[in-house]
């Protein structure tokens, strides 16, 4: 958690946030966009795209994700709290910032339970996905590090 970050991963996580969400609308679009059509802002181009405007706005709530990101992992502010603290907290913080773009940007009405259950499902896939990928790639990267701990263990112990 100490690792320093530079400008550029900031932006490239930025820019994954962004592209997988982008995509995963593009995909919904295809499939649901005549449908959505009356439901949200979003699929006002129906299964023809995604409006420049929607694009914009998913960039600016992947900037969010990021800074919130950065908020609560890199021990500036909240170093007493555990990583499952952190995550919860994280995750509620995106779901208030995703509900206040939803409604400022008409993303899906705010009166409609329908659109708000399928948010939340969504988020909770791609949440599940994202800490399943986390936790495997912190593993990865554990055994990796406790290899080349062993290895230089062994190099150094006395013959």
Same mark, same amino acid.
């Given at each position: 958690?100490?690792?320093?970050?530079?400008?550029?991963?900031?932006?490239?996580?930025?820019?994954?946030?962004?592209?997988?969400?982008?995509?995963?609308?593009?995909?919904?679009?295809?499939?649901?966009?005549?449908?959505?059509?009356?439901?949200?802002?979003?699929?006002?181009?129906?299964?023809?795209?995604?409006?420049?405007?929607?694009?914009?706005?998913?960039?600016?709530?992947?900037?969010?994700?990021?800074?919130?990101?950065?908020?609560?992992?890199?021990? $500036?502010?909240?170093?007493?709290?555990?990583?499952?603290? $952190?995550?919860?907290?994280?995750?509620?913080?995106?779901?208030?910032?995703?509900?206040?773009?939803?409604?400022?940007?008409?993303?899906?009405?705010?009166?409609?339970?329908?659109?708000?259950?399928?948010?939340?499902?969504?988020?909770?896939?791609?949440?599940?996905?994202?800490?399943?990928?986390?936790?495997?790639?912190?593993?990865?990267?554990?055994?990796?590090?406790?290899?080349?701990?062993?290895?230089?263990?062994?190099?150094?112990?006395?013959?």
């Amino acid at each position: 958690m100490t690792k320093e970050h530079s400008i550029l991963d900031y932006l490239s996580q930025i820019i994954l946030i962004w592209g997988i969400s982008i995509l995963s609308l593009c995909l919904f679009c295809a499939v649901f966009g005549e449908t959505a059509l009356e439901y949200s802002s979003i699929f006002i181009l129906a299964t023809s795209g995604i409006p420049i405007s929607t694009c914009m706005q998913f960039l600016l709530m992947s900037f969010v994700i990021v800074s919130l990101r950065w908020l609560f992992f890199t021990d $500036r502010l909240f170093k007493k709290l555990t990583i499952l603290m $952190r995550s919860i907290l994280l995750f509620l913080f995106i779901i208030v910032f995703i509900s206040i773009f939803a409604i400022i940007f008409k993303w899906f009405p705010v009166n409609e339970l329908l659109p708000w259950l399928l948010f939340l499902i969504c988020f909770f896939v791609y949440s599940s996905i994202s800490v399943i990928i986390s936790v495997y790639k912190d593993k990865s990267d554990n055994d990796k590090m406790q290899a080349a701990l062993d290895q230089l263990k062994k190099e150094e112990a006395p013959h």
